[in-house]
């Protein structure tokens, strides 16, 4: 399955909204998670089936979407959350992995 | 807390062999499953081999099958990746990942190590 995320760069001012979007060549039955990668770290599972938030995320990130289109949406960006994002669908095998959205500061 | 570290990453030489290690602790090791996924600049993240909890059942991406081999040890917290046939493809930050392990996430991977470097190159 390709999974295209768009856009590749998000250029955005701190407290602002920012929306990643993530599109699968086939459906996923919302079978579809989000990580977070900074610089010289490991991905950190944010959201998993589409919507559900990984255990100390915190609220401002939610997720959405269902089919072959999905969203990651941060609802007033803080500093920390400036970094990479991945998407990953593990609706078929093997799992596979978005070319990911980078979000920088504006 | 749940920690995987990684080690045996290192610079080999084309058609060779290395093997990666990856020590759990924080959880009960012989309850999940674990993968490998490994990372490029190109390539970005690429899932590589699984392995279930007694290590009984394992699985490989086309590109490494037949020259990776993933085991486990229960009784040490231990994950291996044993990898032969290096070439410069294989090049990489190779990362142990925890699968979330429930029904409602399996493949999903809820914990990382910090990953271990892996440079095939003459």
């Known amino acids: 399955i390709v999974m295209t995320q768009s856009p590749a760069t998000l250029s955005v001012s701190p407290g602002d909204r920012a929306a990643l979007s993530c599109r699968a060549s086939q459906s996923l039955s919302g079978n579809l998670a989000w990580y977070q990668q900074k610089p010289g770290q490991a991905p950190r599972l944010l959201i998993y089936?589409?919507?559900t938030r990984a255990p100390g995320v915190p609220v401002r990130f939610s997720g959405s979407g269902s089919g072959s289109d999905f969203t990651l949406t941060i609802s007033s960006l803080q500093s920390e959350d400036f970094a990479l994002y991945y998407c990953?669908?593990?609706?078929?095998?093997?799992?596979?992995f978005g070319g990911g959205t980078k979000v920088e500061i504006k | 807390e749940v920690q995987l570290v990684e080690s045996g990453g290192g610079l080999v030489q084309p058609g060779g062999s290395l093997r990666l290690s990856c020590v759990a602790s924080?959880?009960?090791?012989?309850?999940?499953?674990m993968h490998w996924v490994r990372q490029t600049p190109g390539k970005g993240l690429v899932w590589v081999s699984r392995?279930?909890?007694?290590?009984?059942?394992?699985s490989y991406a086309d590109s490494v099958k037949g020259r990776f081999t993933i085991s486990r040890d229960n009784a040490k917290n231990t994950l291996f990746l044993q990898m032969s046939s290096l070439s410069a493809e294989d090049t990489a930050l190779y990362y142990c990942a925890r699968d979330c392990s429930s029904p409602t996430c399996y493949s999903v991977f809820d914990s990382w190590g910090q990953g271990t470097l892996v440079t095939v190159s003459s």
């Open positions: 392995i279930d909890g007694d290590g009984s059942y394992t």
């Open positions: 924080g959880f009960t090791f012989s309850n999940y499953w």
């Open positions: 089936g589409a919507s």
């Open positions: 990953q669908q593990y609706n078929n095998w093997p799992p596979d």
